[in-house]
């Protein structure tokens, strides 16, 4: 292993120097260098490439036993430990489980349901007319991300989104907020998203105002919302302008 790291390093260190910092000779270091490699190690590295082959085909979802049975089902006698080593020697790690999707645990009120103004109108004459926002959640190595995102249907462009570990009123507004900041306060227009329920979300949700975007009214989630999302749904997949 020492002279393992000297080999790899000694482009950028001297050998004489990392011989001493580690305990070993410089001596031992040339003759381990230029002797024949071991069938142990050649074999490692070919059960190593087949390892690595099984757990990225598995989509990094396979932990050992498993890799370890792929490899058997292919014809490859190994021990399960020894592929253990070798995901531990490439830092293969199984990706964790997804957990159930997360509960939507929020109160509508019946008596804060705006009418439908957008009604199915899903094309805009110019920018900063028509807005509609969303949330998902997305599963990433710590847990659930959920991300809100505010998209403009003239352009089917995202104006504004934001990101957070827990689903709350704030997690929309801040998507909302940016829309505003990145557009300006915009004039005559109407903001659509469903009726809500994070945390209690009371800001401006379909609101056609002269002086921009500042009511307080829920929209009740219909078909026609959700097929308002649909329509730009491929453009938020393309990332933010």
């Not at 004489?16 to 003759?31: E, I, K, N």
């Not at 009418?115 to 599963?139: G, H």
Request: proline fraction near 3%.
């Amino acid at each position: 292993m020492k002279f393992s790291f000297v080999a790899k390093h000694r482009g950028i260190w001297a050998v004489d120097l990392m011989c001493g910092a580690l305990g070993v000779s410089r001596g031992g270091f040339y003759a381990w260098l230029t002797r024949p490699r071991s069938r142990r190690s050649r074999s490692d590295e070919e059960i190593g490439a087949k390892v690595r082959t099984s757990f990225l085909g598995s989509d990094r979802t396979y932990g050992a036993r498993r890799v370890w049975r792929d490899l058997l089902a292919d014809g490859v006698s190994s021990g399960l430990h020894r592929i253990e080593r070798l995901m531990r020697s490439q830092a293969l790690k199984a990706r964790p489980r997804r957990r159930r999707l997360p509960l939507d645990l929020g109160e509508r009120q019946a008596g804060a349901v705006a009418p439908n103004v957008l009604d199915r109108s899903f094309e805009a004459s110019q920018p900063n007319r028509k807005w509609i926002a969303d949330f998902t959640y997305v599963w990433t190595a710590e847990g659930w991300l959920y991300v809100a995102a505010v998209i403009d249907l003239f352009s089917r462009r995202v104006v504004g989104w934001s990101m957070n570990a827990t689903m709350t009123a704030q997690l929309v507004t801040d998507a909302l907020v940016m829309a505003i900041w990145r557009r300006g306060k915009p004039d005559a227009l109407l903001h659509h998203s469903d009726r809500g329920s994070q945390g209690g979300f009371k800001r401006s949700s379909q609101h056609l105002n002269e002086g921009g975007c500042d009511g307080h009214w829920k929209a009740k989630i219909t078909p026609v919302w959700t097929s308002a999302i649909a329509v730009a749904r491929t453009a938020a997949s393309c990332g933010a302008s």
